[in-house]
């Protein structure tokens, strides 16, 4: 993968963040800086300073004298974070269903039909994408940029976990059916219905992940 000199540490960040979220680079491994500028055909320049971006982002972390590392999800930071992203995006729901036209309606729709196919045929990563895309036109249809902007903050942190709950027993057709309940209070312009329904979907993305832990525990101990 090449990044051209002339996009700097903006371009050499969304490559590094991209690959973080991709999986190519895992939870906890080292950052090489010198094979990584190797890699990318960049100087280390650029690439320190994309390192600093994604360590604000909470997705790198620095060990002093060590170098940087990908950032680990802990079940602390998820019981801390999902709390709050089901108040901002139940906001962001209660705010777009006041505000969306039909015609943005019948958009989500299509994405919802799509969501549907994927749940059926078991698609976890496009089921995974779709979702994602819901949840970015829901956030942008609410049209509060202070809302977008601190909840792609922490979207960041829980994108490096929150696929892993959709592999959870039963969990993809019960995400399916949440995302069908919100859009049929914003469709039916059920500011508070919409709140509530997203509020339900997000506090049981927490649920799934953590039952998944309680899973793994057991076939560690077992």
């Not at 969304?14 to 680079?25: K, N, P, S, V, W």
């Not at 170098?67 to 999800?73: K, R, Y």
């Not at 139940?90 to 039909?102: F, M």
């Not at 059926?120 to 609410?142: P, Q, S, W």
Request: aromatic share 4%; proline share 3%.
């Amino acid at each position: 993968m090449r990044v051209v000199p002339s996009s700097l540490h903006a371009e050499v960040a969304h490559a590094l963040r991209q690959r973080i979220f991709d999986g190519e680079l895992e939870p906890g491994s080292f950052l090489d800086e010198v094979a990584l500028a190797e890699a990318m055909q960049i100087s280390r320049t650029p690439l320190r300073e994309a390192l600093k971006v994604l360590t604000a982002e909470g997705l790198v972390r620095h060990e002093p004298r060590r170098g940087c590392f990908v950032a680990e999800v802990t079940e602390q930071d998820l019981d801390e974070i999902f709390p709050v992203i089901a108040l901002l995006e139940g906001r962001c729901a209660h705010e777009a269903a006041l505000n969306a036209t039909d015609a943005e309606l019948q958009g989500l729709q299509v994405l919802h039909e799509r969501l549907a196919r994927h749940a059926k045929a078991r698609r976890i990563n496009d089921y995974y994408e779709t979702n994602f895309a819901i949840h970015e036109a829901i956030i942008g249809l609410a049209g509060n940029r202070w809302l977008a902007q601190v909840i792609g903050d922490l979207r960041k942190i829980l994108r490096l976990a929150r696929q892993q709950q959709l592999r959870a027993p039963g969990r993809l057709a019960v995400s399916l059916s949440e995302h069908l309940a919100v859009f049929a209070a914003l469709k039916a312009r059920d500011a508070q219905g919409a709140e509530a329904a997203m509020r339900t979907h997000i506090t049981r993305q927490r649920e799934a992940l953590r039952e998944l832990t309680r899973d793994e525990r057991r076939k560690v101990a077992g």
